[in-house]
């Protein structure tokens, strides 16, 4: 089965830093884009950043020039550097993929994958 493992949250104070992994396993055939969400408390969830196989990036206003997106093909992984952290990134952070593999007998082709999420607390 085609799964999503988050890695890396945990609690910094303003201006620190955190660096997020995921990493996809199972039978895949090619990860067509794979980013990363957010959702605080009382509020929607939200992209922070997504890359493309081609590594075209992009990101939410709020965090551009303080937050990298990064992917490793090869090993079918991503990392989010947070640098410059604020409190207002305080979330559960929630890696996704849209990915073409097979489970069983069946092949799923640009389908969607969420991880567990990983809590972030910045808090001084």
């Known amino acids: 089965q085609v799964q999503l493992v988050e890695s890396g949250g945990g609690f910094v104070q303003p201006g620190g830093s955190l660096r997020l992994s995921c990493a996809a396993s199972?039978?895949?055939?090619?990860?067509?884009?794979m980013g990363w969400y957010r959702q605080a408390p009382g509020k929607e969830r939200e992209l922070v950043a997504h890359?493309?196989?081609?590594?075209?990036?992009k990101y939410t206003d709020s965090v551009k020039e303080r937050f990298t997106i990064s992917r490793d093909n090869a090993k079918n992984a991503m990392v989010l550097q947070m640098n410059s952290l604020k409190p207002e990134d305080t979330a559960i952070y929630y890696c996704?993929?849209?990915?073409?593999?097979?489970?069983?007998?069946?092949?799923?082709?640009?389908?969607?994958?969420w991880g567990k999420g990983t809590l972030v607390t910045v808090s001084s």
């Open positions: 890359i493309t196989s081609g590594d075209l990036t």
């Open positions: 996704h993929a849209n990915m073409d593999f097979r489970e069983g007998n069946i092949n799923y082709i640009g389908s969607e994958r």
């Open positions: 199972g039978r895949i055939f090619s990860i067509n884009r």
